[in-house]
């Protein structure tokens, strides 16, 4: 169970949406509509929710990157990993190309650069810390 830890949760964002893709669901369908009070009716579609998700996960993912163990460099080089695979999807799979996939593979990517960034600003900390 330890090990869950070490996988990336865009890798889920990313099998989820491949599934989707697929089986052909249209991510531009509405899920269900909302009423509002102010008159305005909100009808999310998949995609929407997917890119809810990826902001959750983006959330998550910034948080488990604070610490500077060798579990957070190695779910790091996960995280790249599957950016490189978003990427890859991106320019090669019909399916992929499309603004959700895309705003997905940026918030991969950001997760990338944070994760480094700030492991990189915890551990220079601990060593501060240290002397």
């Known amino acids: 169970m330890k090990y ?27 899920l269900y509509s909302l009423h ?17 998700l990826g902001v959750v996960a983006m959330f998550i993912e910034l948080v488990k990157s604070t610490s500077s163990n060798v579990a957070t460099v190695i779910e790091h080089s996960l995280s790249f990993l599957v950016l490189f695979i978003f990427f890859a999807e991106f320019l090669i799979m019909p399916g992929a190309g499309t603004s959700t996939f895309l705003i997905l593979m940026l918030m991969s990517l950001l997760d990338v650069l944070a994760g480094f960034i700030i492991t990189v600003s915890t551990a220079r900390r601990d060593v501060l810390v240290g002397q």
Not at 14 to 24: C, V
Not at 36 to 52: C, E, F, I, N, Q
């Open 4 to 30: 869950l830890r070490f996988i990336p949760l865009f890798l889920f964002l990313l099998l989820t949406y491949d599934a989707m893709a697929l089986t052909k669901v249209d991510m531009a369908s509405p």
């Open 36 to 52: 509002l009070p102010s008159g305005a009716v909100w009808a999310p579609t998949w995609g929407d929710v997917l890119l809810m």
